[in-house]
């Protein structure tokens, strides 16, 4: 049996994420971008929590602190600082989708709007 693919401990791969949706396993979905590349496009089962708010906003998050959460942004690297902030502040079950919603776009929804 093939192990999942993860590029690392702190990512998770987008074929991953779908599988995890398909099968509707719990975890959190957050979408670090800002509202307006929200708005644009995004994952059907996303939260908006852009990483700008981030500080002002995690008490938000404390009920959420032993569950999964899967963060993404456009290519991976917002979503992975905010990946390693929530580690160091005690979430330790979160991943960021590597490649991000680009990444989404080509391999799992082509035709999805890309920017």
Known sequence: MNSPSKTNDLEVSCADVKAKLDAEESFVLL????????????IERAQLFPMSELGQRAEELEGFRNDEIVVYCHHGARSLQV????????FSNVRSMAGGIDRWAVEVEPGMRRY
């Open 31 to 42: 979408d670090c971008r800002e509202t307006d590349e929200f708005r644009l496009v995004h």
């Open 83 to 90: 990946t390693m902030w929530l580690r160091q502040n005690g």
